[in-house]
């Protein structure tokens, strides 16, 4: 059902489409302003295309803010990537650029996909919780292992790779 009204993936829109899809049947919308050649709006895309298939509960949208003068001046957009949560058709809550993401304030754009799921859940959009150090330990057992931004599984054993950051709080 959350998949024939787009859920499970990233999905660019433009800005005639913005109104029925953050309005539409889904309770929950992201949707992620971008400018096709801002760095940090790409890596942005590069988390959100991580999350979003482990939530079917939200829609991930992403939207050329370049192309979207409307709704730029209309959410008040003044910082690039933005991260706007709808729910049931009013913004709820934003994020903009990286603010409160990154682990080392040295370095803004290095922060783990994990962290932006906890943000996002915080809204109320998603359900994540944090793996425990327990968790973990139990990961390692299995054969997930901590790789970039996220944790991936191996295929032994018929095991399917499961998602987690290896370095939340």
């Known amino acids: 059902q959350h998949r024939a ?16 899809e953050c309005t539409g049947s889904s309770q929950w919308v992201a949707v992620h302003f971008y400018h096709k050649e801002f760095e940090r709006c790409k890596i942005m895309d590069h988390h959100l295309a991580a999350i979003a298939p482990q939530h079917m509960d939200c829609k991930f949208l992403r939207m050329d803010a370049e192309k979207s003068p409307f709704f ?3 959410l008040q957009i003044k910082t690039l990537p933005c991260l706007i949560i ?14 409160g993401l990154a682990i080392d304030a040295s370095e803004p754009d290095k ?19 944090v793996p425990t150090e327990e968790l ?8 997930i292992r901590a790789k970039g931004t ?20």
């Open 5 to 20: 009204l787009g859920h499970g993936e990233v999905r660019t829109i433009t800005q005639d489409e913005f109104l029925p």
């Open 72 to 74: 730029v001046h209309k």
């Open 86 to 99: 709808f729910q049931e058709g009013k913004a709820i809550d934003r994020l903009e650029g990286f603010a």
């Open 111 to 129: 922060w783990h996909t994990g962290r932006l799921q906890k943000w996002i859940s915080e809204t109320g959009a998603i359900k994540y919780r």
């Open 136 to 143: 973990k330990e139990e990961m390692k057992r299995m054969g």
């Open 150 to 169: 996220v944790w991936s599984g191996t295929s032994r054993n018929g095991f399917s790779a499961t998602r987690y950051d290896s370095d939340d709080e």
